[in-house]
């Protein structure tokens, strides 16, 4: 299974990136994916979830300024970015977990995608 993000850039504070995440595999819609985001010196850590039936969760510090959601038909999850701020400045990572069921059981990751929000 291979993982492809795409979306990141260099943006201003107050502005708009949207992140894409394009999983191989028959079977995407049975597919959990999530976005992490690492910055220089820290770990990396959980910015927004959704599962294969549409149920989201989202890190406290998101603060409802991102948006996740996919589209099953184009094996794709998406990351909208709204009121970015220097501190969201980080490598986006996005990841698919395939359920038990699926040959291909595991958690996949992508290369990463840097987002550079300047002050």
């Known amino acids: 299974v291979q993982v492809v993000e795409s979306g990141g850039g260099l943006v201003q504070s107050g502005g708009s990136l949207r992140l894409s995440c394009v999983a191989s595999g028959r079977m995407f819609s049975t597919y959990d994916m999530g976005w992490y985001r690492q910055a220089p010196g820290k770990q990396r850590e959980l910015v927004a979830a959704?599962?294969?039936?549409?149920?989201?969760k989202y890190a406290d510090f998101v603060e409802g300024r991102f948006t996740i959601f996919r589209d099953n038909a184009k094996n794709t999850t998406y990351l909208q970015m709204n009121s970015l701020k220097p501190e969201d400045t980080a490598v986006y990572y996005c990841?698919?977990?395939?359920?038990?069921?699926?040959?291909?059981?595991?958690?996949?990751w992508g290369q990463g995608t840097q987002v550079t929000v300047s002050s």
């Open positions: 990841n698919a977990d395939l359920p038990e069921s699926d040959w291909f059981r595991g958690v996949y």
């Open positions: 959704i599962t294969s039936a549409g149920s989201t």
